[in-house]
């Protein structure tokens, strides 16, 4: 029986902006007899008085726009099959034996990222007494195949939700990231430091950017996938309350919006986005 998917997601400007700069976007293809079709996104937007607003929405269309390709038509038989080894690396981290080649959706996504950026940019260079500046970070998920293929920019995060655990997927573009990777920082800074929102890569302030693109997921039932903006996960301070309203909560506009309040009640210092999809 082919998987099904449940999907929500909310944004909110939380207590201290008066900008929403955050920008959400799912669809789903599902079909009585073949495996769904999903597309999962969240950007957080940069750059000052509406500029970003104006990146995490361009970000958000260009990248729609781009991924369209994923619920059209398509030999089926072109969708490369992982084996054992690297299905179980790909969840637990640990490196595989030989590297995985590129997929037809990683490049997929490594191109539609890559026009996002151009997007973003070009709008900035067009518009510069508006928009100079502006960039915005992304993160998403594309489902297909029964396979969920992760990619990020910035610090915006995917969660992996499995057997009540909750793994973190991409890995943060930031300054303090950079410095708790080396050693230089306790992992705690990552939620008080003071350049914490010092990110080095987003969409639109080179010419080019570098996404992760991580290797493909193979969805089991029951699991999820929890995509997000820093307002959410940096308000929450560890992944264990975002564990507890998955747990209690299975119907993802329920959990989103517990998630959000939660975010709000801690502070709500930052806009807040979420999307949640379970995979039965």
């Not at 080894?85 to 997929?103: C, D, N, S």
């Not at 928009?131 to 594309?142: D, F, H, I, N, Y």
């Not at 969920?148 to 890995?171: C, F, P």
């Not at 995509?227 to 989103?256: F, I, N, Y």
Request: proline content about 5%.
């Amino acid at each position: 029986m082919p998987m099904r998917i449940r999907v929500a997601g909310q944004t909110d400007p939380g207590q201290l902006r008066e900008m929403n700069e955050d920008s959400f976007y799912y669809k789903i293809m599902e079909a009585s007899d073949e495996e769904p079709v999903g597309l999962f996104l969240v950007a957080d937007g940069m750059g000052g008085h509406l500029a970003g607003e104006v990146a995490s929405m361009w970000a958000v269309e260009a990248l729609k726009w781009e991924l369209s390709l994923l619920f059209q038509p398509r030999d089926p038989r072109a969708t490369l099959q992982l084996t054992g080894e690297e299905r179980h690396a790909t969840f637990t981290g640990e490196r595989t034996t030989k590297p995985l080649a590129e997929t037809e959706i990683q490049r997929l996504i490594r191109v539609a990222i890559e026009r996002a950026n151009s997007v973003v940019s070009g709008y900035a260079r067009k518009k510069p007494d508006k928009a100079e500046g502006m960039g915005s970070t992304v993160t998403l998920a594309v489902v297909e195949q029964g396979l969920a293929t992760i990619a990020n920019v910035g610090d915006s995060r995917t969660y992996l939700w499995r057997n009540g655990e909750l793994k973190q997927i991409t890995e943060d573009h930031s300054l303090t990231a950079s410095l708790i990777a080396a050693g230089n920082l306790p992992p705690e800074a990552i939620y008080d430091h003071p350049q914490r929102h010092v990110i080095y890569r987003c969409l639109g302030l080179e010419g080019y950017v570098e996404a992760d693109v991580f290797s493909p997921v193979q969805l089991q039932s029951g699991d999820g996938l929890l995509l997000c903006s820093d307002g959410l996960w940096e308000m929450l301070r560890s992944p264990q309350p975002m564990v507890e309203v998955l747990k209690s909560t299975p119907h993802p506009t329920e959990a989103c919006h517990q998630l959000v309040q939660m975010a709000n009640d801690a502070g709500g210092e930052d806009n807040i986005s979420v999307v949640i999809a379970r995979f039965e």
